[in-house]
């Protein structure tokens, strides 16, 4: 029995995605046939993307919690090697990024995986956060260097442990809902990556104002309304995959699709002093990894205390 049998209310969660994507897909293409735009292939690109990534979810839920954590490891480091690549580095760091890259990732994950939360908690923030700079000092290298740590630090704190707490949902124990924390971490996902997908709707429909012109110049105060609006109904409406009732839901949908959206400007800020417009080009319409999983980074680690602390 795969452990999407044993959680039904997956089932309907991904045939409804399928039943959206696919009309988002038929509405593309007569966009296209109509009135072929650059916009209506960006349209059709994101929803290509969107396609891969919930085929990619629906595989990963199947094969049960070591898929999860396995899968979100796995997006640590592309999303990690996306960051560092825009950032500066030496010959100096090398042996420091062969630490983040081999050995904080797996060991972050392994205690996940293990559901050792007292060190989960504190490993990236304090241990490697005083390692790190101790092996690049041992090279000398003194250009730049705070700089190099910095970015180290925060490519570790964004990629790796904030990320870390989507799969560390699983540990979670919760009376009457044993078996059940996978929805937990659909949820999250869910209504995080939806409240992007409204704003960008949104902000098509009716987008008159710009919210951050200098960061996000896409990003409308009209499209934020509408996304964080119909992020929230929707967290209300889908309580039944969580401990939450629908009240609790809606406050916490509207509590981490305002995190997701505060995240993603702070690293368009850090984009806008790179001087690139995206992470990477790995996911046609969206960019790379991290431009795709900027909101859960924010979100995650409120998500998961918030519900350990009052309802695990």
Not at 98 to 121: H, K, M, N, S
Request: proline share 4%.
């Amino acid at each position: 029995m795969s452990a999407l049998e044993k959680i039904p209310e997956a089932y309907s969660i991904f045939a409804g995605l399928f039943v959206v994507l696919a009309a988002a897909s038929l509405g593309g293409y007569l966009a296209y046939l109509r009135a072929p735009s650059a916009t209506v292939r960006n349209w059709n690109d994101r929803v290509r993307a969107w396609w891969a990534m919930v085929l990619v979810s629906a595989l990963t839920l199947s094969v049960g919690p070591g898929g999860i954590i396995a899968l979100f490891g796995v997006l640590s480091f592309l999303c990690l090697r996306e960051f560092i690549t825009q950032t500066p580095v030496r010959r100096g760091d090398h042996s420091a990024l062969f630490v983040c890259f081999f050995l904080a990732i797996p060991a972050q994950y392994l205690l996940v995986a293990y559901g050792w939360y007292g060190l989960f908690a504190i490993f990236i923030p304090v241990y490697v956060f005083l390692a790190l700079p101790i092996l690049a000092v041992l090279f000398r290298d003194t250009q730049r260097f705070l700089d190099r740590s910095a970015a180290m630090h925060w490519g570790l704190m964004i990629c790796v442990y904030c990320l870390s707490h989507i799969p560390a949902l699983l540990t979670l124990r919760i009376g009457g809902f044993e078996g059940r924390t996978p929805l937990l971490v659909i949820f999250l996902v869910l209504i995080v990556q939806s409240s992007d997908v409204f704003q960008y709707a949104w902000g098509k429909l009716l987008g008159r104002h710009k919210v951050a012109p200098t960061l996000s110049p896409n990003k409308t105060v009209e499209g934020l309304i509408g996304g964080l609006l119909s992020s929230t109904g929707l967290g209300a409406s889908l309580h039944w995959l969580t401990p939450f009732s629908a009240a609790q839901a809606a406050a916490i949908s509207l509590l981490i699709t305002c995190l997701g959206f505060l995240g993603g400007l702070v690293l368009s800020a850090i984009k806008r002093d790179r001087g690139i417009k995206d992470w990477g080009a790995s996911l046609p319409g969206h960019g790379g990894i991290l431009d795709r999983l900027d909101s859960l980074c924010w979100a995650a680690p409120v998500f998961f205390h918030l519900t350990r602390y009052f309802f695990a």
